[in-house]
């Protein structure tokens, strides 16, 4: 029994191990000067994510809006050190406007859903964010 066990263990580390693997690339957003927004084009496939870093002031406010053709394609805002994102665009929709609560980084990760990552699914988005 203790064999059967080792070797189902051994065999879900095996399976597990490409979601170790997701590339999770992290870019630092600074707008150009003079400029209180950006808009990003980019691309992602499969588990991939891409986490966009920005500082911001308590009491401003961020509007994110995330187009794609790709249905599956959707985004969190995350405080730094946050257990729970601030917004979340799979259940309320890809834009929005959020009053910051307090001074720091936030974090806009953009990600495919489960089913569509699951496929290998490719997804090119435009991320647009502006702070006032």
């Known amino acids: 029994m203790n064999l059967l066990r080792a070797l189902l263990i051994g065999l879900g580390v095996t399976f ?3 979601v170790l693997a997701d590339n999770i690339r992290q870019e630092t957003v600074r707008f150009a000067s003079g400029t209180s927004g950006a808009t ?3 691309k992602i496939k499969g588990y991939d994510s891409v ?3 920005l ?3 308590a ?3 961020m509007s994110v809006q995330l187009d794609s053709s790709n249905s599956s394609l959707y985004f969190n805002v995350l405080a730094a050190g946050a257990n729970a994102a601030l917004y979340n665009s799979s259940m309320d929709g890809n834009g929005t406007s959020i009053t ?3 001074s ?4 806009v990760q953009v990600y495919l859903m489960r089913n569509a990552a699951r496929r290998g699914e490719t ?3 435009q991320l647009t964010l502006y702070i006032e």
């Open 51 to 53: 986490e966009y870093k």
């Open 100 to 102: 910051i609560p307090s």
């Open 55 to 57: 500082g911001i002031g």
């Open 123 to 125: 997804a090119n988005y």
């Open 104 to 107: 720091g980084n936030y974090v």
């Open 40 to 42: 990003i084009n980019g």
């Open 16 to 18: 597990a191990t490409p």
């Open 59 to 61: 009491g401003q406010k």
